[in-house]
């Protein structure tokens, strides 16, 4: 019996190793989310990266023919600026960053960082200048350490550390027996959104990219963990060019310029308080979100939505 019990768990652990490794990849497609008709032309140059100026020029885009999604959007991000981008549900916000990204190509108009239109240079250079934070980052069945230093293989402890402080996700690490080994995960520790988005703005401190594009949580946060998270990610975006992807008005009331996606079009554009004086669709998303919060606060009401 005992013959035969040893093959068999044997069998058992490389089936279970195969199906993770089946996992990690469908985690690793699922993350790049890489359609196959986003191809490099022949012999495309890397990009160069002088100050990270990103420009979207009457960008048109749909996923299917008959439902144009973005409809002439153009906005410039000057180096080292914050620009963000609100609107409703559905407005098209987060298939800007997937276009700055190139997940897709535009279906018109160009996407120009530093001049150059995206599409002219090779993907692999585009994207090692761009970092993102997810709405929802994928983890790998891994320790806390490889997942932050994910992209960044050969950084050492040390600098996992530092990203670690930066991202404050360091208490957090020292509060877990088994520090940044603990493994997470389908097979270990289940992080929250909040701590994930973290992990995210760990890598992103160890990526170093010239452009950064946040992508907020839809979910609600509590308003701690969206207060150390903005901190964070205001630390990591210091002097990047920044694309932030916003469904709470908290998250840009500090931003350089805000544009407002309206069904696929720039329906306004300026700063937090130029918006309010306007008095227009900023004005009244801004105005019912305080409500609901206040609301939210005195327990009379669930937690904000974004539209
Ligand atoms: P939210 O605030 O809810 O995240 P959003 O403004 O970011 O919304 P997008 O995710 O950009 O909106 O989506 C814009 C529209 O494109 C939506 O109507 C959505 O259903 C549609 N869409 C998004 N991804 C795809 C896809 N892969 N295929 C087809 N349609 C899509």
């Given at each position: 019996m005992m013959q035969l019990a040893q093959p068999l768990n044997f069998f058992g652990f490389v089936y279970r190793e195969i199906k993770q490794a089946l996992v990690d990849m469908e985690t690793m497609f699922s993350l790049l989310?890489?359609?196959?008709?986003v191809t490099d032309q022949p012999d495309a140059p890397a990009m160069q990266v002088k100050e990270g100026r990103v420009t979207f020029e009457e960008v048109h885009f749909h996923?299917?023919?008959?439902?144009?999604?973005?409809?002439g959007v153009s906005f410039e991000i000057p180096p080292g600026r914050k620009l963000a981008v609100v609107g409703?549900?559905?407005?098209?916000k987060s298939t800007l960053s997937r276009l700055l990204f190139r997940f897709y190509d535009v279906t018109g108009g160009t996407i120009r960082i530093d001049g150059q239109d995206?599409?002219?240079?090779?993907q692999d250079s585009l994207r090692a200048a761009i970092g993102i934070v997810p709405q929802d980052t994928v983890l790998f069945n891994d320790t806390l350490g490889y997942n932050i230093a994910y992209g960044r293989p050969d950084c050492s402890r040390a600098d996992v550390e530092r990203a670690a402080a930066i991202a404050q996700l360091d208490r957090f690490v020292t509060s877990?027996?088994?520090?940044?080994d603990t493994q997470v995960g389908e097979r270990g520790l289940k992080l929250s959104g909040g701590e994930k988005q973290r992990v995210a703005i760990a890598r992103m401190v160890l990526k170093e990219p010239a452009i950064l594009i946040f992508d907020e949580a839809t979910s609600a946060l509590d308003s701690q963990t969206e207060q150390e998270i903005l901190k964070s990610l205001n630390e990591v975006s210091r002097a990047r060019t920044t694309l932030v992807i916003a469904h709470r008005l908290s998250t840009v009331v500090d931003a350089d310029e805000i544009v407002v996606l309206d069904a696929g079009r720039v329906a306004e554009r300026g700063n937090h308080s130029d918006l309010l004086a306007r008095d227009g669709l900023y004005a009244a998303m801004w105005w019912r979100q305080q409500k609901q919060s206040e609301a939210a606060q005195e327990g009379t009401e669930p937690p904000l939505s974004d539209d």
């Open positions: 989310r890489v359609p196959a008709e996923y299917q023919p008959e439902r144009e999604i973005l409809k409703a549900s559905g407005a098209g995206i599409r002219e240079v090779s877990l027996p088994e520090g940044y």
